[in-house]
């Protein structure tokens, strides 16, 4: 059975297939094979160095290698599980705090909807800040999502300090006694010091409410933007306190690949994938299914 995960790989899928084609059991791969594979992986944007390491592994494969496909797909297993997959977790007896971060139009606000819907349906409360002041459409987009999820937004005025924003939602957050408080940022460029230095005003703003709070902050990658989301990552860790990560719009991605760069390199866990612009279309993250997805025939 294919999931959503899975079927969101189909275009990153379509680019590995004519490889992956001449991969086959129990026949030692040739140069020629190797060498297209790793092209593929490439464009797949799995990274240079990680796919270097999956051909390399296949090179140095013993003569009676039984199965090359299964060894592909047993190395990249092992590549994902470099990076940690579990988050925090809900503290108990007071909010989660989850921060959603990112470049502008990665995904964060329909992430953000999409993660309160997930915890309604798991019958836990849910609070929306609109941290975004910027954009009076931004707000908008969120008070829309709420209205329909039935979750109460605060928002100030376009223009506003998104501290406060956090501050106040927080706050509201503690005193209804709310499970989940989901905060949706501005989108902003990490080459941005200035927009950065905003972020741990966020922080702040949270812990004098709540202490210990945010207790996750999510950077929302836009996957379509493959390897150009990991040089964000590594910004977004060392300034924003980056814990996770949600790889959005996978389901239009040909560069799907890049959760395999993102194991290689961060110590980060890939929380969540967005597989559609629906708001159910959000799936935990899951290595074998990322990973038959990748390999997996075309459906
Ligand atoms: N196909 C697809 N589209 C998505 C996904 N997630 C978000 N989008 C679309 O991407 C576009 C931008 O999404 P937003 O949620 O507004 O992005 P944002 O990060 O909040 O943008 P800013 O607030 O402007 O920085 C919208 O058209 C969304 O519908 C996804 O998983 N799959
Ligand atoms: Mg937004």
Redesign the pocket.
């Known amino acids: 059975m294919v999931g959503a995960l899975g079927r969101s790989l189909s275009r990153t899928r379509a680019r590995l297939s004519d490889a992956l084609r001449h991969l086959v059991p129990s026949q030692k791969p040739d140069e020629e094979t190797l060498e297209a594979l790793e092209e593929a992986l490439i464009a797949a944007d799995v990274g240079p160095t990680t796919a270097l390491r999956l051909v390399e592994n296949l090179r140095q494969a013993p003569v009676d290698d039984e199965s090359p496909p299964e060894r592909l797909r047993a190395a990249m297993l092992e590549t994902l599980a470099k990076s940690k997959t579990e988050g925090n977790g809900p503290p108990d007896g007071r909010p989660q705090v989850i921060l959603l971060v990112?470049?502008?139009?990665?995904?964060?606000?329909?992430?953000a909807a999409k993660l309160g819907a997930r915890y309604v349906a798991q019958g836990r409360s849910v609070i929306f800040g609109a941290a975004?002041t910027f954009?009076a459409a931004?707000v908008e987009?969120l008070e829309v999502w709420g209205a329909r999820l039935d979750v109460s937004v605060i928002a100030h005025q376009p223009g506003g300090d998104p501290a406060a924003v956090v501050y106040d939602t927080c706050e509201a957050g503690r005193s209804r006694g709310i499970n989940v408080v989901l905060i949706?940022t501005?989108?902003r460029l990490h080459t941005k010091d200035n927009l950065m230095a905003e972020l741990s005003k966020i922080h702040r703003a949270a812990a004098k409410v709540i202490e210990g709070a945010p207790d996750e902050v999510w950077l929302?990658l836009d996957a379509t933007t493959g390897q150009n989301g990991l040089r964000q990552a590594e910004e977004f860790l060392q300034h924003a306190g980056v814990t996770g990560l949600i790889l959005?719009?996978?389901?239009?991605s040909a560069k799907g690949g890049v959760a395999l760069a993102i194991a290689e390199t961060l110590d980060l866990p890939i929380r969540f994938?967005?597989?559609?612009?629906g708001i159910d279309?959000?799936a935990p993250f899951d290595a074998e299914a990322y990973v038959d997805g990748l390999l997996g025939e075309d459906q």
Not at 102 to 111: A, F, I, R
């Open positions: 990112g470049v502008n139009g990665s995904g964060k606000t329909t992430t975004d954009r931004g987009q949706d501005a989108g929302v959005a719009k996978l389901d239009g994938v967005g597989t559609g612009e279309n959000l």
